[in-house]
């Protein structure tokens, strides 16, 4: 019993600072998403953002732990909408799942919103991002936030010195992370997707992690829907994150209520602290072969949320965080591309009648006009330099 005390008081005092007061000092945190076969994703995002516009977050990257084309793009495109273009962006260059989403909401960001990063092969890779991103670093102050696969988090922990540090992955881990918070299992047992799908780099990463890890579990977000006040708020207007949520909502009979609120819980819990809404069952989780997981009451540095509160009080606040809008900039242009209209007035796009042919073409077609469009540019600057002469 002792044990289990001293351990909830270590995930407390040292990883968990100013829970449920505004914070005066961001929060240092890295994004890891697998942002694309589920939305929950894009609430997640948007929540990082809206911290990061109060003042509280300082978002250090936003990396995908999915590989599907146009993955780098989509976190750009989120970026961009909430004025951090910039943001580094990671993707996996080495073994990594791709899945992507069936509702076609991927491609019709891509489409319909601007981003700078257009291919996978503009983004660093994701582990060396980590490594570069963590060296620089001071210690002990950066949190993560895992709401997708672990693919990551492991071939970080597998990495030697390099360039950056000459620190190990695990060594540098230990040194600059504060605390993991991970989407991901079942407590106190199951199956869950962001586990399973990588089981290897779970395990890896359950074992080998050298910092506090709170898993907000698959029983935790289950519950918790979100997304109708956001598709139903008419002064919301060229939103990315409106337009993940009218187009995915309508595609499945569960979702009829709101989206299941997985990855948003995670982010919450990140930036936020846990106390107002949670307790912490500490311990650390076992896996077994097939992905499942289970959880060991003896064990020490990890905890998992349990419901203190009622759901629908974290189920209102994510809500209103996810109709967070990006903060007016003197002079900057709306954000999204005007498409053509369909005779409802509903735009062309999604399920609203373009395939994903259609949206390739697209694509390729603006790639087009941005290609004639430079050499327009160029031939113009010719232009300029002669009459300058003359
Ligand atoms: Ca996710």
């Known amino acids: ?73 989509v976190l ?60 620089k670093q001071p210690d002990h102050s950066v949190t993560i936030v895992t709401i997708g696969f672990l693919t990551n988090l492991s071939n970080l922990l597998n990495t030697g010195a390099d360039s950056f540090s000459s620190l190990s992955g695990k060594e540098l881990v230990k040194k600059k992370v504060e605390l993991l918070v991970c989407m991901g299992g079942k407590f106190p047992s199951g199956y869950e997707f962001n586990v399973m799908k990588d089981a290897p780099a779970s395990k890896n990463v359950y074992q080998n992690w050298g910092t506090p890890v709170i898993f907000s579990g698959f029983e935790i977000g289950e519950k918790i829907k979100v997304g109708l006040p956001l598709i139903h708020n008419d002064a919301i207007k060229n939103s990315p994150v409106k337009d993940v949520f009218s187009l995915s909502i309508p595609q499945a009979a569960e979702d009829s209520v709101g989206r299941k609120s997985w990855d948003e819980t995670a982010v919450l819990v990140a930036l936020r602290g846990y106390s107002r809404w949670y307790t912490l069952h500490p311990g650390r989780i076992v896996m077994a072969p097939d992905g499942s997981n289970s959880w060991d009451e003896n064990g020490t540095g990890q905890s998992y949320l349990v419901e203190k509160v009622d759901y629908k009080e974290v189920q209102n606040l994510i809500n209103q965080l996810i109709m967070h809008q990006p903060l007016k900039i003197a002079g900057k242009k709306t954000a999204a591309v005007v498409l053509p209209q369909s005779n409802t007035g509903q735009p062309k796009i999604g399920n609203h009648g373009y395939t994903t042919a259609r949206v390739t073409k697209i694509l390729k077609v603006r790639e087009n006009v941005r290609r004639i469009q430079a050499r327009v540019d160029k031939v113009e600057a010719q232009i300029a330099r002669a009459e300058a002469k003359n």
């Open 1 to 73: 019993m002792l044990k289990r005390i001293f351990t909830v008081l270590i995930i407390f005092c040292c990883a968990t600072p100013a829970f449920t007061q505004k914070r005066t000092t961001p929060i240092h945190i890295i994004f890891d998403s697998d942002m694309g076969p589920d939305y929950d994703d894009v609430g997640a995002i948007t929540i990082l953002h809206t911290f990061a516009d109060r003042g509280e977050a300082k978002i250090l990257a936003t990396i995908a732990s999915t590989k599907y084309e146009g993955v780098a793009g």
């Open 76 to 135: 750009n495109v989120f970026n961009t909408y909430f004025n951090r273009p910039n943001i580094p962006i990671g993707v996996p260059k080495g073994y990594a799942l791709d899945l992507r989403d069936f509702q076609h909401w991927t491609d019709t960001l891509l489409v319909k919103y601007p981003h700078q990063i257009k291919t996978n092969a503009e983004a660093e890779d994701a582990v060396t991002l980590y490594r570069e991103i963590l060296a």
